[in-house]
């Protein structure tokens, strides 16, 4: 006799608050909160998190953040055009003064319109080519695999690939 695989049904997608539950996922909720608020497993919850939410849902939850980035960004967009006005008011009344606090200003949007649409990175590069933690390691890696050549020269292709790149950024 053929044993089959037992084939289980979600318990979201199956509870009657399914879209309360799907709206609360959406917009962030944690799991643990859900699993608690409707007698859920925290895992069910994930992997229905994972497999289950509606791709609408999931696109229009993108969309709207998107929407509030672009609002954002014009009011940015809008306080640099503000202090530009400001300067070149402030430098054609040669009061010097407010003229450099809007050009401040003006530096400051500036910098925030870049980091918003990306391009201004902020971090620190960190090299790890040469830290002797890292040489030893990769070492150990390629000793680990010299019984298998294939994968050693797959592994060995994978960490040049990372030796090329030779920064990693880390958000700081």
């Known amino acids: 006799m053929m044993l089959l695989p037992k084939v289980t049904q979600c318990t979201v997608c199956n509870h009657d608050e399914l879209n309360n539950i799907n709206q609360k996922l959406i917009a962030g909720a944690s799991v643990r909160s859900l699993a608690d608020e409707y007698s859920l497993g925290k895992m069910s919850l994930q992997r229905h998190r994972t ?9 229009a939850k993108e969309l709207q953040e998107m929407d509030a980035a672009d609002k954002l960004l014009e009011r940015v967009e809008g306080l640099y055009d503000k ?17 450099v606090s809007a050009i401040k200003e003006a530096r400051s949007s500036l ?10 990175k902020t971090g620190t590069n960190i090299n790890i080519t040469y830290n002797a933690e ?3 390691l990769r070492t150990q890696i390629y000793n680990a695999l010299a019984e298998y050549p294939e994968a ?8 040049q690939e990372v030796a090329d790149d030779d920064t990693e950024i880390i958000e700081g």
């Open 134 to 136: 890292w040489i030893d």
């Open 51 to 59: 497999n289950h939410l509606p791709r609408h849902l999931v696109k």
């Open 83 to 99: 202090a530009l006005t400001i300067m070149a008011k402030a430098e054609k009344e040669k009061k010097f003064q407010p003229a």
């Open 152 to 159: 050693k020269i797959e592994v060995a292709k994978a960490l």
């Open 111 to 120: 910098e925030l319109i870049a980091k918003m649409i990306g391009e201004l």
